[in-house]
């Protein structure tokens, strides 16, 4: 009964010490999101200011894996040179390694002292103060982790069990590498392998060598999470963190065998005691940091050799970071960028009808089927993005910006889904059977397109500057729309009591297409409906009620 307590005991202390990690993540970027990021990016023009980038980032994020996915994803989209990712990476594995030792370092006192001040911030304050807060409180509970796993490790000293099971990894290596690696990567971090090592050296029940070999597991095993995270992404983000593994693995084989060797020498030089295991943690990592870091350039181009590019998914999502979703206003910006490049792709559909109609010319039609099934999976990626997107209660405007940007991209998809099944077969029977609109029916139809081009482009500008007045012109474009709509139907009901041949042989497919291009304007305008409604400006109905005092003619939104 006894040993299931303190396997209780130690279960709990390790569960705090990953939540308390997991909250001084979350504080950071709350606190510092895009900021850290701006740093990390920009700190990457010189070798040893990418180490000390990856090493800053690591210290304040406490996760050298969260800091080796931010990497890859600037790698991914060119803001980073790929040897220079690899030198970030080293910095991130001293940092973590920094890490841990302040902790084994950190005073007991301090642990409440710092949830007190962390839980004040956060109950009062806001934004990048309540962020603070956060990480001030993930510290102090890393700290009183800290403290816990000391307790519970205490009574392992006289347990007859663990000592023979000790025994038996001291005799075998191999095996211990593996089991460490193993709890390292169960739990997505060799910070809490170390820590948990360094509570149970901290209990006498550790051989130096042994030491060095459970710390070696632990950088082994903290490599591995990162390229699982990386394993759907292109091949530029796999690539990084596939080095870093790669590092960290010819240091642990190097090592290994050295093993008792370094441990003696650690002895000698007064290293040995309870704090050995960060001691070892903070020499490797300084050691293969030194090792590595000219050879980085090398490694990015064995890392190319390894995982060459793939052919790339036709207009795959370029914006949508999945680091940045904890940081609302960075993520907010990213999927913005992501739809405006799905309503370029509904412009090119559009245009690419218009040549077809002017030029009778069908190959134009052949792009635009793949084009269509472009935005409907780009959009569907937009929505999933917005959904994971971490929103603090209270933030009414995130939430807004969230709902204007998945109605832009469900707009968007329905114009795509008109131009495929509607003007594409309209297009392409005009053509295949050689109907020919009258002279004013023509000039009626391509004139309408040319309008709704131009509507799709102010709707873009407005989608991202929520200009008020645009909006106003667009609203207005509606009602142009309507207007050109009706008139052109009747000039061409006209034509057909004047009987001309030309109009009664395209008779359906002119009113088609001018359906078509008002339901495709009405989709457009959608864009502006939120920035009018948020002034006052719209109204539920254009129904006119003369009787009931409300105005005889309204917008509609």
């Known amino acids: 009964m006894q040993s299931v307590i303190v396997m209780i005991n130690l279960a709990g202390a390790v569960a705090l010490l990953l939540f308390g990690l997991a909250e001084v993540k979350q504080g950071v970027l709350q606190a510092f999101g895009g900021r850290l990021r701006a740093v990390l990016a920009a700190g990457t023009r010189r070798s040893w200011r990418a180490l000390l980038s990856g090493l800053g980032a690591t210290l304040a994020l406490q996760s050298s894996t969260a800091t080796g996915l931010m990497t890859a994803s600037f790698v991914e989209r060119g803001l980073v040179e790929p040897r220079m990712a690899q030198v970030v990476l080293l910095g991130a594995n001293i940092g973590t390694a920094l890490t841990a030792w302040i902790v084994a370092a950190g005073i007991a006192w301090l642990s409440p002292v710092l949830l007190l ?21 993930g510290v102090g509970l890393l700290l009183l982790s800290l403290h816990l796993l000391s307790l519970a490790t205490e009574p392992m000293r006289a347990s007859p069990a663990l000592a023979a099971f000790i025994g038996l990894l001291d005799d075998a290596w191999p095996v211990a590498l593996l089991l ?12 809490a392998v170390v820590i948990l090592v360094t509570a149970l050296a901290a209990a006498g029940i550790l051989s130096d060598g042994l030491v060095v ?40 084989l190097a090592v290994l065998p050295l093993a008792d060797r370094l441990g003696d020498a650690l002895t000698n030089l007064g290293l040995a005691g309870p704090n050995l295991p960060v001691d070892v943690h903070l020499l490797f990592n300084l050691a293969l940091a030194l ?29 949508l970071d999945p680091t940045e979703l904890s940081t609302p206003v960075v993520a907010l910006a990213s999927a913005t960028r992501e739809v405006l490049g799905v309503g370029d792709l509904v412009e090119k559909m559009l245009c690419d009808v218009r040549d077809a109609f002017r030029q009778r010319d069908p190959t134009f039609l052949r792009g635009i089927e793949p084009l269509e099934k472009d935005v409907d ?38 114009i795509g889904d008109i131009i495929e099944k509607g003007l594409v077969p309209e297009i392409g029977k005009m053509v295949a059977f050689d109907l020919r609109f009258s002279d004013e029916g023509f000039r009626e139809l391509d004139s309408f397109m040319e309008t709704t081009i131009e509507n799709l482009r102010m709707a873009q500008t407005i989608f991202v500057t929520r200009d008020l007045d645009l909006s106003r012109r667009l609203m207005d474009a509606k009602l142009t729309v309507r207007q050109i709509e009706k008139t052109s139907a009747a000039r061409h009901f006209q034509r057909l009591r004047e009987n001309r041949r030309a109009s009664i042989e395209t008779s359906s497919l002119h009113l088609d297409i001018l359906r078509d291009l008002k339901r495709i304007n009405a989709h457009i305008a959608s864009v502006a409906h939120p920035i009018m409604d948020a002034e006052g400006l719209l109204v539920e109905s254009r129904v006119r009620h003369g009787a009931s005092g409300l105005p005889s003619s309204v917008v509609s939104n």
């Open 117 to 137: 001040l962390g839980f004040a911030l956060r109950r009062n304050g806001a934004g990048p103060r309540q962020g603070a807060g956060i990480a001030l409180m």
């Open 180 to 191: 460490s690696a193993g709890l390292a990567l169960a739990a997505a971090s060799s910070l």
């Open 213 to 252: 070999v459970l710390v070696l597991g632990a950088n082994l095993g903290g490599a591995i999470p990162p390229v699982l995270a990386t394993s759907g992404a292109p091949m530029a983000a796999r690539r990084v963190v596939l080095g870093n593994l790669v590092v960290r693995g010819c240091g642990t």
């Open 291 to 319: 090792a590595a870091w000219p050879l980085a350039g090398s490694l990015a181009r064995l890392m190319r050799r390894l995982l060459p590019d793939t052919p790339q998914e036709r207009n795959a999502p370029k914006f």
């Open 377 to 414: 999976r780009l959009q569907q990626a937009v929505k999933i993005y917005i959904a994971q997107i971490s929103h603090d209660e209270g933030s009414d405007k995130a939430h807004e910006r969230s709902a204007e940007i998945v109605d832009y991209a469900i707009n968007l998809e329905h």
